[in-house]
């Protein structure tokens, strides 16, 4: 996760690590039209109905790690998500 957060370019053992590996690491931006917006982790349940999970979320200058179901995603917000490509992939889409 520390390669994500510092927005280091791939090792190439990284990505071939990764490349064998069904879950994935991403970063992701909420949009000010994201579906999202104003809504507590809880609430989205992103887990269960679509299988990835929020590891932390970078807010302004800060960190947000493990947030828990009160968190809400507001926009400009910085998501590290984990979960297999076809799950980043759909709640890139909702962002």
Same mark, same amino acid.
């Given at each position: 996760m520390d #390669? #994500? +957060? /510092?927005?280091i *370019? @791939?090792?190439p053992? %990284?990505? $071939?690590? =990764?490349?064998?590996?069904?879950? +994935?690491?991403?970063?992701?931006h909420?949009? &000010?039209? $994201?579906k999202l917006?104003d809504?507590?982790? *809880?609430?989205?349940r =992103? $887990?269960k109905?679509? *299988?990835? %999970?929020?590891r932390?979320i /970078? /807010?302004?200058? *800060?960190?947000i %790690?493990?947030?828990d179901? @009160?968190?809400k995603i507001l926009?400009? @917000? #910085? =998501?590290?998500?984990?979960?297999?490509? +076809? $799950?980043?992939n759909g709640?890139n &889409?909702m962002?």
């Amino acid at each position: 996760m520390d #390669v #994500v +957060q /510092r927005g280091i *370019g @791939d090792h190439p053992i %990284y990505k $071939s690590m =990764l490349g064998e590996s069904t879950e +994935q690491v991403a970063r992701l931006h909420v949009s &000010e039209k $994201s579906k999202l917006l104003d809504k507590t982790l *809880g609430e989205l349940r =992103l $887990s269960k109905t679509i *299988g990835a %999970y929020i590891r932390a979320i /970078r /807010r302004r200058v *800060g960190w947000i %790690y493990n947030p828990d179901k @009160d968190t809400k995603i507001l926009e400009g @917000d #910085v =998501l590290i998500v984990k979960g297999d490509l +076809q $799950s980043i992939n759909g709640l890139n &889409e909702m962002l």
